[in-house]
């Protein structure tokens, strides 16, 4: 079955379109919106339901001469992520009234959370790389916002902040390794869905690339792309997905709200990252590809697994735990066998169950009991028992423990590093031991999540009430389906999973899961991972200050101590340079714009050999030479003069000579202007010129350097003017004929100049006429309402 | 300086009239009327103060000597190249009411026009008067702007 185009269309554009009516909304509705925004998602889960078993592209042709279209590509893996994300939007609006009661701004933070849903919809199912990077940095926007959420906050602007700036700018590495995707298969596909841009075919359709995956690879490799494009797009993902040393930024996000965070930061738009990887996986699998995740994926798993054992506060421990997660999924899809794909596939969805799950239970903890430190908290059980459940199977999920289904994708994992092994001999060894040291972690930290509820209470505790049902329905919910998806495995699979492992896989192959019958090295895997971490937890408290104190001991083995390194010198640089640059003097100004614009017009001729000098024949009458002259005089004489009146008057026969010389040269129009022009900016200049101040004695250095700019910016305006006519052929140009030739028929009159003004190039005029209004309405404002605004 | 300004000025804009008019077929047209006629309302300026227009001809009340606001830029100005814009816009979209890309243009002849024998419009000309009148409000604009500093 092929998709719908309308309804994959409205299911990405209802959250949009909601998002701008949220503002109405929020003024009839108040607190209750959030039940809005859940029918919203409830409306497009419906609609990407209804889609469910389709696969295939459409598009909606848009600028069809340069083949930009809106592609949409649906298949399991598309729809896996866009219903987890649609569905757990739902819970989310559910429980946000009551979590965000009394909050400021909440019409913000249901339009920010919808657009933030409409975007990750986006991502999932559209088919055109240049689309992909615009919904991927639309979800890191919304994430801003939404981690910004308490705008007085300083921690929260920190956050934010270097959320924005990690993911961000990831973006943009990927962003160039999908340009350089594009431009390759572009050659390589040469059919249909190929623009032409400048001279390099092109496609930006991901679903025709990803028909013929070999072609392009092979294409990569020969031109020497394939690692570049690897390493780019994995920055990309890396950043997104919160992968070593890229993860600092996720356990800062928590300054969000608590909703947010299950929903963002941890179901949704960290996965986007691995999203991405499982999309291309049938692209770029490889060596390479291999070591580079499953290296990557491996190492966050256990360096973010420890500094969760490492945490104070339960929202920091949740969210190095996500970010552990998120690098077994890397790691799965890493391996380059089938298993891998369904290691990485199945654990997407059981990781977005129970860790949306805990963090919708964390909130309810924080709002109840008022506190999230973890030394805090204990014994939770008897004041929130339905609460104490739910956090009982969704913590066992995350530990692994069988028959919960966090076990089976782990287990999937482990099996998939077990065949690394006959491929990569020693270093698949590394991997297996590596997996299980960072699996031990992971026990560790459940652990120690799950004696929050259990023990005693802490004499510090005070009152803690009982969540009102809109808070408990939603992890309850989830933590239900984790415990279905554990008890029936084989009901998921063959549900949703099976057709997003087709979709991510090379080979098709059957998957199957189940309690584990006879001995296997992976359940030997989960055995010691699971005994150790067991074994070990008593000692707890002595891991947990162990590893406090080597951060503590030596600072840059921390990356958030990288992080404000970095971003500390950029910003005392910016202190530094901004005043050298930007000190409110117009001639600092116009020293940099066009010292600056010199070497870039320099650079790009040099750049693109551009200056081959040809002879320069002086062919001039008379007449002409002697009008130049008198220019070449008087500019000299103007920089020579004595004051700024005599200054512009005489610059103003340099103005006329160039009038005359386009008489001498038959350009009547040209001159015509050029008089008129001429005598209104001499008045102009005039009107000014007494409003600035005589210039006194000026270092010799400063007028050594106009000096040096004049002659450079002399220089470029000569160099552009020998280029650009030096390419000119004899006689008329082939456009040149086209105007003469069809003034008269199509445009009606005999001045060419003015035929071309306004009928062959109507729309260039037109765009002449508003930079006039605009410089109009700018001096307007500059001079008449200046001093309003003092005033006020 | 006056005397000369009463002669001059109503060349300047018999000129300017004329170099739009006959702009399709000869040196002229928009632009460079524009910008005439701009020279035109300079001179005045110059001859006879800034106010010379508002109280002159418009007969409208202004407080000499006043620091410069916005009752000494004439408001008509701004109105001018708003117009002016307008009328560029909308002459080019009527041919997209025909089924025709934007901004084209077109002619027609008139021949046995009384004084003048043979007369061709072209709906260029709309969109020249667009742009006539862009250039003379918005070059008026900055020049009574910066003029009443």
């Known amino acids: ?792 | 300086m006056r005397t000369t300004a009463r002669v001059v000025v109503p060349i300047i804009l018999v000129v300017a009239i004329s170099l739009f008019v006959e702009g399709h077929n000869l040196p002229g047209g928009g632009f460079i009327a524009g910008v005439l006629t701009t020279t035109a309302f300079a001179l005045l300026y110059i001859a006879f103060g800034l106010d010379f227009l508002e109280r002159g001809i418009l007969e409208r009340d202004v407080e000499p000597g006043k620091t410069p606001s916005r009752d000494r830029v004439v408001v008509a100005y701004r109105r001018v190249f708003t117009f002016g814009l307008t009328i560029a816009v909308g002459s080019g979209l009527v041919p997209i009411l025909l089924d025709l890309p934007f901004l084209t243009q077109s002619y027609v002849e008139f021949d046995g026009v009384p004084l003048y024998g043979h007369v061709e419009i072209a709906s260029a000309l709309a969109f020249d008067f667009g742009v006539y009148c862009v250039v003379v409000g918005g070059l008026l604009t900055i020049i009574s702007a910066v003029g009443a500093e």
Not at chain 1, 189 to 217: H, K, Y
Not at chain 1, 601 to 626: K, M, Q, V, Y
Not at chain 1, 653 to 668: H, K, V
Request: aromatic share 8%; glycine share 10%; hydrophobic share 55%.
């Open chain 1, 1 to 792: 079955m092929s998709p719908e185009l309308s309804v994959v269309l409205a299911a990405v554009s209802v959250p949009f379109a909601a998002a701008l009516a949220i503002p109405m909304l929020h003024r009839v509705l108040g607190e209750r919106t959030g039940y809005a925004g859940a029918v919203v998602a409830l409306a497009c889960f419906a609609l990407l339901g209804s889609q469910y078993g389709a696969d295939g592209a459409v598009e909606l042709s848009w600028i069809p001469s340069l083949e930009i279209a809106l592609r949409f590509y649906v298949d399991g893996w598309a729809l896996l992520f866009a219903m987890l994300a649609s569905g757990i939007g739902v819970l989310v609006f559910t429980y946000s009234p009551s979590y965000m009661h009394g909050e400021d701004g909440l019409p913000r933070y249901y339009a920010a959370l919808l657009a933030f849903m409409g975007s990750i919809i986006g991502v999932a199912l559209a088919a055109d790389l240049i689309a992909i990077f615009l919904f991927w940095e639309l979800t890191s926007l919304c994430s801003f916002v939404l981690i910004g959420f308490h705008t007085d906050d300083r921690s929260s602007q920190y956050a934010a902040r270097m959320a924005m700036f990690v993911t961000v700018g990831g973006g943009l590495f990927m962003l160039v390794g999908l340009l350089i995707l594009a431009s390759v298969a572009g050659d390589v596909l040469g059919t249909a869905a190929v623009v032409d841009l400048g001279g390099s075919a092109t496609t930006f359709d991901l679903a025709a690339i990803l028909e013929n995956p070999d072609a392009v690879r092979e294409a990569l490799r020969e031109e020497g792309l394939f690692l570049p494009v690897l390493g780019l797009i994995a920055i990309g993902a890396a950043t997104k997905s919160a992968q070593v040393p890229m993860h600092f930024w996720l356990p800062n996000a928590m300054a969000a709200p608590t909703p947010v965070s299950a929903f963002l930061h941890s179901a949704t738009m960290v996965k986007v990252g691995v999203y991405l990887l499982g999309r291309l996986r049938p692209l770029l699998v490889s060596h390479e590809w291999t070591l580079l995740f499953a290296t990557l994926g491996l190492a966050t798993m256990t360096v973010c697994a420890i500094l969760a054992v490492a945490s104070t506060d339960i929202k920091e421990l949740l969210a190095y735990s996500t970010a552990s997660h998120l690098g077994l999924m890397v790691a799965g899809f890493g391996f380059a066998t089938f298993v891998g794909a369904e290691a990485g596939a199945f654990h997407l969805l059981n990781h977005a169950l129970f860790k949306a799950s805990l963090f919708l239970v964390a909130g309810i903890v924080a709002h109840e009991a008022g506190t999230h430190r973890i030394s805090d908290l204990g014994g939770l059980r008897h004041d929130l028992p339905v609460t104490a459940a739910v956090a009982g199977v969704a913590t066992l999920s995350m530990a692994g423990i069988p028959p919960f289904n966090g076990f089976y994708s782990k287990e999937l994992l482990f099996e998939a590093a077990v065949e690394s092994v006959h491929e990569l001999g020693t270093l698949g060894w590394l991997y297996v031991a590596v997996a299980v040291f960072g699996s031990i972690f992971t026990v560790l930290y459940s652990l120690r999540f799950l004696a929050l509820f259990v023990g005693d209470r802490p004499t510090g505790l005070g009152d803690v009430h009982r969540p009102p049902v809109t808070l408990l329905a939603p992890p309850a919910l989830l933590a239900g389906l984790a415990l279905v998806v554990g008890i029936y495995p084989d009901v998921a699979v063959r549900a949703i999973v099976q057709s997003a492992v087709d979709a991510t896989a090379v080979e098709s192959h059957a998957m199957h899961v189940g309690l584990p019958t006879s001995y296997s090295p992976a359940l030997g895997m989960s055995a010691i991972a699971i005994g150790v971490g067991g074994l070990s937890y008593p000692f707890y408290g002595r891991i947990h200050d162990g590893i406090r104190s080597i951060p503590a001991a030596i600072p840059p083995v921390s990356a958030n101590w990288w992080y404000d390194a970095v971003v500390g010198g950029l910003t005392r640089t910016s202190a530094w340079l901004a005043p050298r640059v930007h000190n409110g003097l117009l001639r600092t100004y116009a020293t940099w714009t066009l010292a600056g614009t010199c070497a870039l017009a320099l650079a790009g001729f040099a750049a693109t050999r551009a200056l081959t000098l040809g002879e320069l024949g002086i062919d001039a009458s008379p007449a002409i030479a002697l009008v130049l002259l008198v220019a070449v005089v008087a500019a000299i004489a103007v920089v020579l003069s004595p004051s700024h009146i005599a200054g512009i008057l005489t610059l103003s026969i340099l103005g006329f000579m160039i009038a005359i010389f386009y008489i001498l040269a038959s350009a009547p129009d040209l001159a015509l202007t050029q008089l008129v022009v001429e005598t209104l900016v001499l008045l102009i200049f005039l009107f000014v010129i007494e409003e600035i101040p005589e210039s006194d004695e000026i270092s010799l250095g400063r007028v050594t350097r106009d000096a040096l700019l004049s002659l450079a910016v002399g220089a470029t305006a000569f160099v552009t003017v020998v280029v650009t006519t030096d390419a000119r052929p004899d006689g008329l140009t082939e456009t040149a004929r086209h105007y003469v030739e069809n003034a008269v028929p199509e445009g009606g009159g005999t001045n060419i100049v003015n035929v071309i003004l306004v009928d062959f190039r109507g729309f260039d005029t037109m765009g002449e006429l508003v930079v006039v209004a605009i410089a109009a309405i700018s001096v307007l404002t500059l001079l008449v309402m200046r001093g309003r605004g003092e005033a006020e």
